[in-house]
């Protein structure tokens, strides 16, 4: 599970970089400044999404067999596609309503950092 939490953390730190830079010169003066900021906050939390993704194969590295951590990558890994991915969406085309899938992604999120505290705390 690590080996593939770690290459979900190469692809998604890779589109996150190559997002940024779209963003930073593709799409400037293309977007409103407001849109241009929620693209932008959509590649800041998939790369720090993606460094808690590389931070959790690690840990897997020590504890294979954690339940806990394994849900926790897979969390995160479903957070940046909703959360993150609903952002690039709603910017390029427009549609406001892919706002409610958002959250969901937010919320996948927290309950990755809680099964990543609750992780640590039973095996270190």
Known sequence: MAKWLLLLAS???FTGVALGAFAAHGLRGKLPENLLNVFQTGVSYQLWHTMALIGVALLLLRSPDSTLLKA???LFALG???FSGSLYLLT???VGK???ITPLGGMLWLIAWLCLGLAVWRTI
Do not use: K
């Open 80 to 82: 940046i596609v909703l």
């Open 92 to 94: 390029l085309t427009g």
């Open 11 to 13: 692809l998604s730190g």
């Open 72 to 74: 926790t990558g897979v």
């Open 98 to 100: 892919l706002g409610m």
